[in-house]
T-cell receptor
Framework: DGGITQSPKYLFRKEGQNVTLSCEQNLNHDAMYWYRQDPGQGLRLIYYSQIVNDFQKGDIAEGYSVSREKKESFPLTVTSAQKNPTAFYLC????????????FGPGTRLTVL | SQKIEQNSEALNIQEGKTATLTCNYTNYSPAYLQWYRQDPGRGPVFLLLIRENEKEKRKERLKVTFDTTLKQSLFHITASQPADSATYLCALDRHTGNQFYFGTGTSLTVIP
């Protein structure tokens, strides 16, 4: 069963804590992305990675960190420096061709208590 | 950067009618534009891609047009069904690698 998975589906965090969201894909895609979605706003790009061991900041990278040690995995850490972390987080992957589509995971809803 | 505007209000239509959603952009013309469907609490799912040199693309009951002069794409769902109710997002490439700008989406409700 090929695809992209995210875990957990729901995550609660206390203020001041770091938390890591998981994203795994078995599509053999080189590129992976993290987006944040807030009500009434479009998806905003946090970080992306075109290849293993390389990643780039997106439009709203402050307060977030990522790693890309394996092709199939792209975890996102929401740090305590992120002032408003409550949101729906979406991970996506894409094949090598520039015109390929993005395949999204089911998302993780993070709530800060 | 790129500013993308989709129908600001939710769209309600009667079953069997054609739904038309708009996507307007303000800056550079993208090399291609995509439409996605998103159901509540789930990730977007790709529907259609149209390139800058294409005027129209069809897939079953879906049709997308792309007018680079007007800087607009229209997304049509013909013979709409209640199962088509969802939020529809347009996405434009950024001309710099494989990243996209996403619109805020239009919520569509098809009334039986």
């Amino acid at each position: 069963d090929g695809g992209i998975t995210q875990s957990p589906k729901y995550l609660f965090r206390k203020e001041g804590q770091n938390v890591t969201l998981s994203c795994e894909q078995n599509l053999n895609h080189d590129a992976m992305y993290w987006y944040r979605q807030d009500p009434g706003q479009g998806l905003r790009l946090i970080y992306y990675s075109q290849i293993v061991n390389d990643f780039q900041k997106g439009d709203i990278a402050e307060g977030y960190s990522v790693s890309r040690e394996k092709k199939e995995s792209f975890p996102l850490t929401v740090t305590s420096a992120q002032k408003n972390p409550t949101a729906f987080y979406l991970c996506a992957s894409e094949g090598g061709s520039r015109t390929d589509t993005q395949y999204f995971g089911p998302g993780t809803r993070l709530t800060v208590l | 950067s790129q500013k993308i505007e989709q129908n600001s209000e939710a769209l309600n239509i009667q079953e069997g009618k054609t739904a038309t959603l708009t996507c307007n952009y303000t800056n550079y013309s993208p090399a291609y534009l995509q439409w996605y469907r998103q159901d509540p609490g789930r990730g977007p799912v790709f529907l259609l891609l149209i390139r800058e040199n294409e005027k129209e693309k069809r897939k079953e009951r879906l049709k997308v047009t792309f007018d680079t002069t007007l800087k607009q794409s229209l997304f049509h769902i013909t013979a709409s069904q209640p199962a088509d109710s969802a939020t529809y997002l347009c996405a434009l490439d950024r001309h710099t690698g494989n990243q996209f700008y996403f619109g805020t989406g239009t919520s569509l409700t098809v009334i039986p």
